[in-house]
């Protein structure tokens, strides 16, 4: 008899997730501290106004779309999308916040340049990650050839630091499946 699927999530999609990652030697065991330490003292209220453009500190447009956030130390830090006129790929962008509210520009740390696979391509919700048992902090994405949406793939970098500049370690198809809608969770 096949044994009963675990709390949260189905087997065959967590092995097809750690198969995946094993594929390009990116093994993807997230910190539980980040989601189960100590709640935080509490901090002075900030309002976030709702439908408004987020601006940098320069007072430049946010470009961080389909982002994902990590916290390390007292900081924030945004990860998104920054494309071209087009929609085709132009840079991950990280912004830093201690608020949520007032966003610094950190670096564009994944360019078209960082890849010959990235010269033309779609590069779509970043998330980011930290694996403990590596140091690293490591983008989860989807990737296209900037052409169509055929490839379906998922890309993946690493970086020593979080804001510094990341090594591209390619795309691919989890065990031959398309993969568009990507996300991330930590472990419980």
Not at 89 to 102: A, C, E, I, N
Not at 107 to 118: A, G, K, T, W, Y
Not at 172 to 179: E, I
């Amino acid at each position: 008899m096949p044994a009963a699927p675990r709390p949260g999530g189905h087997p065959r999609r967590r092995r097809l997730v750690r198969t995946a990652c094993a594929a390009l030697s990116v093994p993807l065991m997230l910190v539980a501290a980040l989601t189960l330490a100590t709640p935080p003292a509490a901090a002075a209220p900030v309002t976030v106004a709702n439908g408004t453009q987020f601006t940098d500190t320069t007072g430049a447009g946010v470009h961080a779309h389909g982002g994902g956030m990590i916290k390390v130390g007292g900081y924030y830090y945004w990860f998104g999308e920054n494309r071209h006129d087009d929609h085709t790929f132009r840079y991950v962008s990280v912004y830093r916040s201690t608020d949520l509210r007032t966003w610094e520009l950190r670096n564009h740390v994944l360019r078209q340049s960082s890849s010959p696979e990235l010269t033309v391509a779609n590069i779509e919700r970043p998330k980011i990650l930290y694996n403990a048992t590596t140091g690293k902090y490591v983008l989860w994405m989807h990737w296209e050839n900037g052409v169509d949406y055929g490839q379906a793939r998922v890309a993946v970098a690493t970086s020593d630091t979080v804001d510094g500049n990341y090594t591209y370690l390619g795309s691919f198809r989890p065990l031959g499946y398309d993969s568009r809608d990507t996300t991330t969770a930590p472990r419980t």
